[in-house]
């Protein structure tokens, strides 16, 4: 008889098997309690995705906020821009604070800062390329009105 027990091979391979099967997590036979989720790890998926929720929602904050303050130095660097041009330009009076001007690019390249509109030259129209319309500030920077 011992011979006939010996010839039987066990078809579970013996990696996958415990000689103490009470130290495993999970039930190992037919009549274990059964291995449901509890509650906690489904508070703990609701946590997570809110909090997920929540920082994607902030991150979108910060990158508006980034493009806000790139989009604000990028008109910074245009009125510095357009405030270099305006000082080098030819000008036959003297510029008043908050007073509307317009810029023009002459044919030989040097600007001309005038009070005449691109609309205002007449039938012949402006001698001119229109550059920029602008207003000269307290601080004696330009903004760039058109």
Same mark, same amino acid.
């Given at each position: 008889?011992?011979?006939?027990?010996?010839?039987?091979?066990?078809?579970?391979?013996?990696?996958?098997?415990?000689?103490?099967?009470?130290?495993?997590?999970?039930?190992?036979?037919?009549?274990?309690?059964?291995?449901?989720?509890?509650?906690?790890?489904?508070?703990?998926?609701?946590?997570?995705?809110?909090?997920?929720?929540?920082?994607?929602?902030? #991150? #979108?904050?910060?990158?508006?906020?980034?493009?806000?303050?790139?989009?604000?130095?990028?008109?910074?660097?245009?009125?510095?821009?357009?405030?270099?041009?305006?000082?080098?330009?030819?000008?036959?009076?003297?510029? #008043?604070?908050?007073?509307?001007?317009?810029?023009?690019?002459?044919?030989?390249?040097?600007? #001309?800062?005038?009070?005449?509109?691109?609309?205002?030259?007449?039938?012949?129209?402006?001698?001119?390329?229109?550059?920029?319309?602008?207003?000269?500030?307290?601080?004696?920077?330009?903004?760039?009105?058109?």
């Amino acid at each position: 008889m011992e011979e006939k027990k010996s010839d039987k091979i066990n078809p579970i391979d013996p990696d996958h098997i415990t000689e103490e099967p009470g130290t495993l997590s999970y039930g190992h036979h037919r009549g274990s309690m059964p291995v449901v989720p509890t509650k906690q790890g489904e508070l703990k998926g609701r946590a997570l995705s809110a909090m997920e929720h929540q920082t994607d929602i902030q #991150l #979108l904050q910060i990158k508006e906020q980034m493009e806000l303050l790139a989009q604000q130095a990028n008109k910074i660097q245009d009125r510095v821009e357009v405030s270099s041009q305006i000082y080098g330009a030819e000008m036959r009076f003297e510029p #008043l604070i908050n007073h509307i001007y317009h810029l023009y690019q002459k044919s030989e390249g040097t600007h #001309l800062l005038s009070m005449i509109s691109p609309s205002d030259w007449g039938k012949r129209g402006c001698p001119y390329t229109f550059v920029a319309t602008v207003r000269l500030l307290a601080d004696h920077t330009w903004d760039i009105v058109d």
